[in-house]
């Protein structure tokens, strides 16, 4: 049998199967848990407070309401305003913290392939200038996705205001439906790539979308497969993690009846597990993608046989150095079969 690939860090220099890629995904939280599950603990409770101050609310609310129906009554435009308002700071929250958060773990892991590590501040340090390119996807992201909604908002509204039956408008809202969904996957899947490029090539906002493009062009249903597989994962891993404080947070505001001190208590808990599901689940995802991308350059451009090459030096020299960082860059490292260059475009395969 070949000798097993080498294994300085967190994958095997190598194509990675899918069990690699969930493994090194585990390994990236384990081989720095201070620094990736402090980070990403401090950014989740960002996103569960105002969702766990609005629900401790609704529960405080529902709870007051079995003695006195009244005031439930009362509260019904309170409870409203507390639960979707307070969604709807946590979305905003998680915009701008998530962004960040998995610029930092992307960097992180693209020491951590080579066995090396990286504080806070120099992951920080190396991914501040990639900033505005992480929000420009993000934005992008959110434009192609929201147009076709408007789109077919928009021809369902003229349909109804033509005097279209209810039948015809259920109709062509079912397939508006369906078609966005394929829509959906396909244009998620095909730019999932382009963080890890922003960060770890340090490309703009329309080079990265392009190398992501093309990246997952020759692996399409192998990326969309193992992405909805982790979105499966990380929602059943959430819920494990989230439900033990729910039923308890339920049950605080339910007994306490609408209380100040029942509703701190709910919205403590509830605060607590989503932080607790949420610290786990994101560098979870974040390492999955960021391993994605390093499968697909060593599926399409022989990038491993790149990384082989700079993990024996490391081992020569006894340790890590950050200039490991550019070997993710095409435009300093040598290229492959396959190789896209900085245009996006095939470039021709050199042999020493």
Sequence with gaps: PPPPAMRPGIIPLRPLGLGDILDGAIKLIR????????????????????VAI??????????????????????????????????????????????????????????????GKM??????????????????????????????????????????????????LFAVGALAMLGFIAYALFITTRLALAPSVAVLERRGVVDSLRRS?????????????????????????????????????????????????????TAILIAVGGTVSAMITYP?????????YADRRMRAEAFDLVLQTAAIEQQRQGWVHASADDLWDPSVTPGGPGRYDQTGQGAPWHDS
């Design 54 to 115: 609005g629900q401790a609310v609704v529960i405080g609310d529902l709870g007051a309401g079995i003695e006195d129906p009244a005031v439930l009554e009362n509260s019904q435009d309170i409870g409203f305003l507390a639960q979707y308002g307070g969604t709807l700071i946590s979305y905003a929250v998680q915009f701008v913290a998530v962004t960040l958060l998995t610029g930092v773990l992307t960097r992180i892991l693209g020491r951590a392939v080579f066995g």
């Design 284 to 292: 979870f995802q974040a390492g999955v993608n960021g391993l994605l």
């Design 119 to 168: 504080t806070v501040g120099e992951a920080w340090r190396l991914t501040r200038d990639r900033v505005p390119t992480l929000f420009g996807l993000v934005a992008i992201g959110l434009l192609v996705m929201l147009l076709p909604m408007v789109v077919v908002v928009l021809v369902i509204a003229g349909l109804g205001a033509a005097g279209a039956s209810f039948g015809a």
């Design 31 to 50: 081989s720095n848990p201070k620094t990736i599950l402090g980070l990403s603990a401090i950014v989740a409770a960002l996103g569960a407070i105002p």
């Design 213 to 265: 493009w093309n990246l997952v062009g020759g692996g399409f249903w192998r990326t969309l497969g193992i992405l909805l597989l982790t979105q499966l994962i990380t929602a059943l891993v959430a819920l494990v993690l989230s439900f033990p404080f729910s039923i308890m947070a339920f049950v605080a505001g339910l007994i306490g009846k609408g209380s100040t001190g029942s509703q701190i208590v």
